[in-house]
Structure formats: C-alpha cells, structure tokens
C-alpha cells in the first residue's frame, strides 16, 4: 500500500515541492534503483550531506573540490532514504 501524499513546506506554509515518487525520479535522470524498492516519495532532495533530515534523498554530486560520493556513508548514517550517484 502507497503511503498518502506528502508536502514539503517552508516556514510560511508554502508548498517547496511536490513529491516525486523513487521510479519517476530514476527515470527522470535515465537512472535506476538500487536495489529496487516498491515506492517511495521525494520530499526534500539535499546535496549537502550535513542538511539532511531523515528520510530526506542526497544527490551525491562530484564537484571541483569535494566530491558528494565521499560523502554517501554520512548520508546514509542521517537517515537518507535514497541516494543519487554515479554507479
């Protein structure tokens, strides 16, 4: 059973994003889950492993000084639920 929809707000109330379902966002980016999961909803997306809230997804993304792949045991140990990386 698909858990009803959540809203991510900001302080005043305002829809910051819409969830996006786990096989919407791998397709979105021509990726795939890892392993598989049955759903799951985006509500917060971080690339900074040090802003992430339970349950929120962390793009690891590789930069000019810090690449976010380093990062990924971090994220994980914040409670990530899904993480976006290079394979």
């Known amino acids: 059973v698909e ?11 305002e829809v ?7 096989h919407d966002l791998a ?3 021509q990726g795939r889950l890892v392993p598989a999961r049955a759903w799951g909803r985006c509500t917060a997306i971080s690339t900074d492993s ?4 339970p349950g929120d ?7 000019e000084r810090h690449d976010g792949h380093a990062y990924i045991p971090e ?7 899904l993480i ?3 394979a």
């Open 84 to 86: 976006v990386g290079e």
């Open 57 to 63: 997804v962390f793009w690891a993304l590789p930069g």
């Open 3 to 13: 858990p009803p929809p959540i809203r991510s707000l900001d302080r005043e109330g």
């Open 16 to 22: 910051v994003m819409e969830p996006l379902g786990w």
């Open 75 to 81: 994220a994980v140990a914040r409670g990530a639920a």
């Open 27 to 29: 397709t979105a980016v």
């Open 50 to 53: 040090r802003t992430l809230n």
